[in-house]
């Protein structure tokens, strides 16, 4: 855990400001430049990402690359490709009380940004807010999460192969080391992670009003009606649920089904369970394990005196964690409480609408909101109903994949979003400025002031 004594890491960052405030980080096309060299590198490394990613959650290489890899060379292309005009100065039109001027935005880069990441899909969740920072003109220190310390290693690598440490660099270590962190005075935090974690984050950064983007989790719904065609809504949540063995901050958490056709959706998501991982998940390559023991014990304890509908066998040597379908848990249960994170899926039923609302009231503010059904009038109803940080009808997950949509949650699962634009925003203070000339003023403007407001009043109209 080298650089992580609070002495090296006040150093690290008084490096880091001399360097930004050299102006260093200013030159697009030196950002362009650093970019462009992450990606090569990132090509150069591809077979070590994966084998660090399958050491760390044996991630098949399909999902290490779909999840991981291709998201982060897509975020680089289009930042690559946009940072110029993203940067450039925007002018807006001028207000005519301040006649004449010329007004105008200034994309600012905040200066030195923090950025501590989690286990689960440890490489994009902390290269793409990494992207996003550089790209904005800011330095980075990265924490990466200790839990998946393969690829903690290889960000380390790249990222010191590619920039010199004034204006990146990874700091690896556990919960000391980001408390350690967050002792000191960034210029912004970008936190993903617990929503437990987040409020110890947000604390540190009120104590110096440092600005802060927070990536947390919460309990996704996935409701179901009896619209939607069963078979296919069956595979579209297997398959979203049990990505990376339920470690995935937008899985759905729970299904809430139109209580008629529970039967028929827990039937076809068996057939579809068994389809993509055989009759024994452990033996196929395509299902994940589970990050470590802590983790396995806390899911093993979910699962304590609940109804089973599928699955439930385990391998705690192996971290093997089969894909489960609980029964209708009581709504005071753990598996209804916190977030699973894990490849437990409770299935409960509705029958009238306020079955659902009094669940989602609940449960307020997921991350991730999927509702299954194509009954119009419904599916408007409920996503106006609801404030969740994304939502997918009829499938789930892939809102993440669209770098055009913010991704980020809202009350408790977080704030603020990122992603393709929207990452180099954040990373992006807005600085409005007006150029007066000296030629012409409003003489009313100052005082003593005009004794009727009619003038300016219809001057006001005028505009
Ligand atoms: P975590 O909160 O335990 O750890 C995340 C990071 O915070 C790690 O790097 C960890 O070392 C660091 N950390 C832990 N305690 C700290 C402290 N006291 N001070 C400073 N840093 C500290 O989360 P995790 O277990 O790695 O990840 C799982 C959680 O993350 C789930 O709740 C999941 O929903 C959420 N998540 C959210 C998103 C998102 O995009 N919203 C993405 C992935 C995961």
Request: aromatic fraction near 12%; proline fraction near 6%; include cysteine.
């Amino acid at each position: 855990m080298k650089n992580s004594t609070p002495a090296s890491i006040e150093n690290i960052k008084e490096k880091q400001l001399i360097f930004f405030k050299d102006f260093k980080t200013q030159d697009v096309k030196i950002r362009i430049q650093h970019l462009k060299k992450l990606k090569r590198v990132l090509e150069e490394r591809e077979e070590s990402l994966f084998e660090a990613l399958y050491q760390d959650l044996k991630k098949p290489v399909f999902e290490s690359f779909t999840s991981e890899l291709l998201m982060v060379q897509k975020e680089l292309d289009l930042h690559i490709k946009n940072i110029k005009e993203w940067a450039a100065p925007k002018r807006v039109s001028g207000s005519l009380i301040n006649f004449p001027s010329q007004d105008y935005i200034l994309s600012e880069p905040y200066g030195t940004v923090l950025l501590i990441s989690p286990w689960n899909y440890p490489f994009q969740l902390a290269m793409i807010p990494l992207i996003g920072a550089i790209a904005a003109g800011n330095t980075a220190v990265l924490k990466p999460s200790e839990s998946a310390p393969h690829t903690a290693q290889i960000i380390e690598e790249i990222v010191s192969e590619v920039f010199p440490p004034e204006w990146a660099i990874v700091i690896q270590g556990d919960e000391k080391v980001g408390a350690a962190l967050l002792k000191t005075q960034w210029d912004y935090i970008f936190y993903t992670g617990s929503t437990a974690v987040g409020k110890i984050v947000a604390k540190a950064a009120a104590e110096f009003l440092t600005p802060t983007t927070l990536e947390l989790g919460g309990k996704s719904p996935c409701i179901v009606d009896g619209t939607a065609p069963i078979q296919k809504t069956a595979r579209r949540i297997v398959w979203g649920k049990f990505l990376n063995c339920g470690q995935t901050c937008i899985a759905p958490d729970y299904v809430l089904v139109q209580k008629e056709y529970k039967n028929a959706l827990v039937a076809a998501m068996i057939e579809e369970i068994e389809k993509a991982f055989g009759k024994n998940a452990k033996n196929s390559k395509d299902y994940g394990r589970i990050i470590h023991q802590k983790h396995f014990k806390k899911l093993e304890k979910d699962l304590d005196k609940q109804k089973l509908l599928f699955g439930g066998e385990k391998d705690k040597d192996e971290l093997y964690f089969g894909p489960t379908l609980v029964e209708e848990p009581a709504l005071d249960s753990s598996l209804l409480v916190d977030e699973i994170f894990g490849p437990i899926l409770p299935v409960l039923s509705y029958t009238t609408e306020s079955n659902i609302d009094f669940i989602l009231t609940k449960l307020k503010n997921p991350l991730a909101f999927y509702l299954f059904s194509t009954n119009r009038s419904f599916i408007n109803t409920m996503i106006q109903r609801y404030s969740f940080g994304g939502g997918v009808i009829n499938d789930a997950i892939i809102h993440f994949t669209n770098d055009k949509l913010p991704f980020g949650g809202i009350g408790n699962s977080g704030m603020g979003a990122y992603h393709g634009k929207h990452s180099f925003e954040v990373f992006t203070h807005a600085k409005p400025v007006v150029k007066r000339s000296f030629w012409f003023d409003l003489p009313q403007r100052y005082a003593p002031y005009p004794k009727s407001l009619k003038a300016l009043k219809f001057l006001l109209k005028k505009i």
